[in-house]
């Protein structure tokens, strides 16, 4: 477009598995501390009282099989393996019971973490976004759709690094379930189709190091895949 000062940049988007449809992606909402072990490995005590969040930027988005550089200003990053909730249809003050409706599908993340730098601020009171938003920060997986794999309430999520399991859990450990993360963040917004929830990660996050190869599987959604460069 002439007005453009610059050609904007093409909108990230995910597979959907068995299609040749992609899913567009518009805002990536990330849940903290939704398994309670994780929460006691990262020496914090689980509230129970709402869930909270933190985003990421569409353009954090990676591709399951990629090639990535290890990430710039940390000498601590750490994967956290996660089931991520794609939004298909928008909500706003939904109820629980029905949240389901809005998923579109599932898929396999790992919320890449600049665990330094989110101590750093954590420890001073400030935001996290230096620590969780940057480039190459969201990966995922393809996306498997409702309609094929069904809600998912329950089922093991893993993660393995140069073939070393490092985090083992099952979704139903899972603090704040995703209808109660559906309700609970479109209190707050319009969820839009496009939108993507990260729902926290189980315990065993570990450092990553140039030359890893980091492999995940979530039952009934399918696995993930990256390597640092």
């Known amino acids: 477009h002439k007005d453009f000062v610059f050609a904007p940049s093409s909108r990230p988007s995910v597979s959907v598995k068995g299609t040749d449809s992609r899913f567009p992606v518009n805002r990536i909402f990330c849940v903290g501390r939704n398994y309670e072990a994780h929460a006691q490995e990262m020496g914090m ?8 969040y933190f985003t990421k930027s569409a353009s954090s988005i990676v591709l399951s099989g990629s090639t990535i550089a290890y990430p710039p200003g940390t000498n601590n990053c750490h994967h956290e393996m996660e089931l991520v909730v794609a939004i298909g249809k928008t909500a706003f003050r939904v109820k629980i019971e029905d949240a389901p409706t809005n998923v579109f599908g599932y898929a396999c993340g790992i919320d890449m973490t600049r665990r330094d730098l989110q101590f750093k601020a954590r420890d001073k009171g400030r935001p996290w976004d230096l620590g969780k938003n940057f480039e190459n920060s969201a990966v995922i997986s393809p996306i498997v759709t409702v309609a094929e794999s069904g809600l998912i ?12 399991v490092r985090q083992d859990g ?18 707050y917004y319009h969820l ?20 890893d190869h980091l492999s995940g599987s979530i039952d009934q959604v399918g696995q993930i895949s990256l390597t640092v460069a």
């Open 170 to 187: 099952d979704i139903n450990d899972l603090i704040w379930s995703v209808p109660e993360l559906i309700a609970d963040l479109s209190k």
């Open 153 to 164: 309430q329950s089922g093991s999520i893993s993660l393995s690094v140069n073939g070393e």
């Open 192 to 211: 839009q189709p496009g939108d993507l929830l990260y729902t926290g990660t189980p315990a065993g996050v570990g450092p990553i190091e140039p030359g």
């Open 45 to 52: 005590a689980v509230d129970r009282e709402a869930p909270f």
